[in-house]
């Protein structure tokens, strides 16, 4: 089945920064890639995503890039504000899959002012 | 776009108990439903998902279990709670775009 990993586990940055977290996954039939904001004690919710016939794209500050040679995938959140402190989750969905979704170990984002 | 309704939000219970957690959904019709576990500070591990009324699939072999009596419902259950069952459930929904929609959660402790 699908793996993916995700990288770092925990990301510090400062005030108007840029933030990138870096994601891998194993089964060349995921054909989706999105990516998940959870906020302390809250659902997660979808921030960004992309399918496999797209290498980029933005909207606004995020941004997402995939290589599906290198089966990697990344979130970049550019000009970073307090708000963006969060825990962020990339996943991956095979075809076939019934549209379950693999997710990575999240990455703990913290802005500071 | 789709609403999940979970319930309910927290819920403190003691080993051995039983477990139901319900979650409807409104918005779509025939949706692909999800029960997702999140321990503290991990990532989400998917335990049941349903394409259908009655049809249900496990991801890993557990303590719970999960059914769908109506098609916008999913319940996840449990005849005899263990420690190891704490955590933070999340129901999720997909129905026809890529999208999948999350409920509030339920925090479980079992003492």
């Known amino acids: 089945g699908e793996n993916v990993e995700q990288h770092p586990s925990t990301l510090s940055v400062q005030e108007g920064d840029s933030a990138v977290i870096k994601c891998t996954y194993s089964?060349?039939?995921?054909?989706?890639f999105p990516w998940y904001k959870q906020e302390l004690g809250k659902r997660p919710q979808l921030i960004i995503d992309i399918r496999s016939n797209v290498g980029e794209k933005k909207d606004q500050r995020i941004a997402v890039t995939l290589n599906k040679t290198a089966k990697h995938f990344s979130l970049h959140i550019t000009e970073t504000q307090p708000e963006d402190s969060a825990v962020y989750f990339c996943?991956?969905?095979?075809?076939?899959?019934?549209?379950?979704?693999?997710f990575g170990a999240g990455t703990q984002v913290v802005v500071t002012p | 776009s789709q609403t999940i309704h979970q319930w309910p939000a927290t819920l403190v219970q003691p080993v051995g108990s039983p477990l139901s957690l319900e979650c409807t959904v409104e918005?779509?019709?025939?949706?692909?439903l999800y029960w997702y576990r999140q321990a503290a500070g991990r990532g989400l591990q998917l335990l049941f998902y349903?394409?259908?009324?009655?049809?249900i699939s496990s991801e890993v072999p557990q303590n719970l279990s999960a059914s769908r009596p109506q098609d916008r419902q999913f319940i996840l259950s449990s005849k005899k709670l263990l420690l190891s069952d704490s955590g933070f459930y999340l129901c999720a929904s997909k129905g026809y775009t890529d999208e999948a929609f999350f409920g509030q959660g339920t925090r479980l402790t079992v003492v």
């Open positions: 918005g779509t019709s025939n949706p692909n």
């Open positions: 349903s394409v259908g009324i009655g049809q």
């Open positions: 089964d060349s039939a995921s054909n989706y």
């Open positions: 996943a991956a969905r095979p075809t076939d899959s019934w549209g379950k979704l693999q």
